[in-house]
């Protein structure tokens, strides 16, 4: 995955050397985050985590705009929160923080930011599609006895040492935003876009329990943490039985950046000709 980014930024540097008329912009935003998955099937923004992207973009003409990025965010939910008896009985929970690079594509629905700083045909404000293809670093983490535990480590479905989910993960980007100019250089940019996984340990919980039995072989020293983690209902209606569903395997978990931020243009100036 790390190859295909680093194909994808050599695609996109590329372009920029070879096409004309061209600028650069560049802008960073802050936000929120929010996480949707198997501790939120119905994409419930009850813990949304703060969020933040810097991006550098190539416009390669007034409607189109290819652009690099990287951003952060965290995000966590509990079962504690959850409006269903039955999450609220399987009691689990995770926070994380993700690290994001990106490539994409923009494609402005009215012409935006023509390099010339003035001129007919440029609007002062767009909407705006985007689509790109990142890769992320995720680490899922939760308390047990009051301390906290990564989880991909502790094998909590089962997973046999070094068959574990990989904590580096591509993702497909897609959203759209609005583009206000302030004046010809500053602008503001708004901007949703979910991430399109193609995996379900975001949140460390996709498939069924697994035996307590298999856990403690596997884990050692941490076998007390990994089956507590695996299994927090209560002993009065443990739910933790090898096979019962945990997760729900058929659903891929994603995430949602909701960001605002400032835009810099820098434009290029060209002497007249005689």
Not at 45 to 59: A, E, I, K, L, W
Not at 155 to 160: N, S
Not at 257 to 263: C, K, N
Request: aromatic share 12%.
């Amino acid at each position: 995955m790390r190859n295909i980014l680093l194909l994808s930024c050599i695609a996109f540097f590329a372009i920029t050397n070879t096409t004309n008329a061209q600028y650069w912009e560049v802008s960073g935003m802050g936000g929120v985050t929010v996480y949707h998955g198997d501790l939120a099937p119905d994409f419930s923004m009850q813990t949304p985590g703060v969020g933040g992207s810097f991006f550098v973009r190539r416009n390669v003409d007034p409607r189109i705009s290819l652009r690099i990025g990287a951003s952060f965010g965290t995000i966590s939910a509990s079962d504690e929160n959850s409006l269903n008896e039955y999450n609220k009985a399987r009691n689990l929970s995770f926070q994380s923080t993700i690290f994001e690079g990106s490539v994409g594509l923009e494609f402005n629905f009215l012409p935006f930011h023509h390099r010339h700083k003035t001129g007919r045909g440029r609007s002062q404000f767009t909407p705006y599609l985007v689509a790109g293809f990142g890769v992320f670093h995720h680490n899922p983490k939760a308390k047990y006895n009051e301390t906290l535990y990564e989880l991909q480590p502790l094998g909590t479905e089962g997973q046999a040492i070094g068959q574990e989910y990989s904590l580096v993960q591509p993702a497909f980007i897609i959203g759209g935003g609005i583009k206000i100019d302030i004046n010809s250089q500053w602008g503001i940019i708004i901007e949703g876009a979910t991430r399109i996984l193609f995996f379900d340990y975001l949140d460390d919980v996709a498939g069924e329990y697994a035996d307590p039995r298999l856990i403690a072989s596997q884990r050692g020293s941490l076998a007390s943490a990994a089956i507590g983690l695996a299994d927090r209902s209560d002993a009065g209606q443990s739910l933790g039985r090898p096979g019962r569903q945990r997760g729900d395997s058929k659903t891929n978990d994603g995430y949602t950046m909701f960001t605002i931020g400032i835009l810099y243009t820098m434009h290029q100036d060209y002497c007249p000709s005689w």
